[in-house]
């Protein structure tokens, strides 16, 4: 099986290859301190700081080695300048919803940068997925839980 590609803008590429360098450099000397410092304490059978360090160990660990791989399969996208009038990766997307007349602001990303709570949505989200390849004054449709949301393009940026 090949490994799934990875999506990712220069400012997500930046931002994974960093936290990768802090958890390498910063967070396992920090992790093996705290190791270090429970062992002292003696019996390792019912020593909480020792269990909890080592379970903060495996998390940085396994995180570790999944942005490895993302880096690994990473394939970098940049935003197309050149055509502004169809929704991208890296595309600024103002969108209006039709029945609530609520105006949205989203950047279409990969889903390994994706935030929602700083306006990035995946474009294999569900909104992401609609708004794809669309242009500029299209109205598309969103298949969610509870029903279609409908949503004008307003502009591309």
């Known amino acids: 099986m090949?490994?799934?590609e990875v999506v990712l803008t220069?400012?997500?590429l930046k931002k994974l290859e960093e936290e990768l360098s802090h958890l390498?450099?910063?967070k396992r000397r920090e992790i093996a301190l705290?190791?270090?410092?429970?062992?002292?304490?003696?019996?390792?059978?019912?020593?909480s700081e020792y269990e909890d360090a080592k379970n903060e160990q495996a998390f940085i660990e396994g995180r570790i080695i999944t942005l490895e791989k993302?880096?690994?399969?990473?394939?970098?996208?940049?935003h197309d300048e050149k055509n502004?009038?169809?929704?991208?990766?890296?595309?600024?997307v103002l969108l209006k919803d039709l029945s609530s007349g609520e105006e949205l602001e989203f950047v279409i990303v990969?889903?390994?940068e994706s935030d929602p709570l700083n306006n990035k949505i995946s474009n294999e989200s569900p909104v992401g997925r609609s708004i794809f390849g669309s242009r500029a004054g299209s109205v598309v449709e969103v298949k969610t839980p509870s029903g279609t949301i409908k949503y004008k393009i307003l502009g591309i940026k």
Not at 84 to 92: C, E, N, R, T, Y
């Open 84 to 92: 502004k009038d169809v929704v991208g990766f890296g595309s600024q």
């Open 34 to 47: 705290r190791i270090k410092s429970a062992i002292s304490f003696g019996d390792l059978s019912d020593n």
């Open 70 to 78: 993302m880096l690994r399969n990473a394939r970098l996208i940049e």
């Open 2 to 4: 090949s490994p799934k």
């Open 24 to 26: 390498k450099s910063v």
């Open 10 to 12: 220069q400012d997500g």
């Open 110 to 112: 990969g889903s390994a």
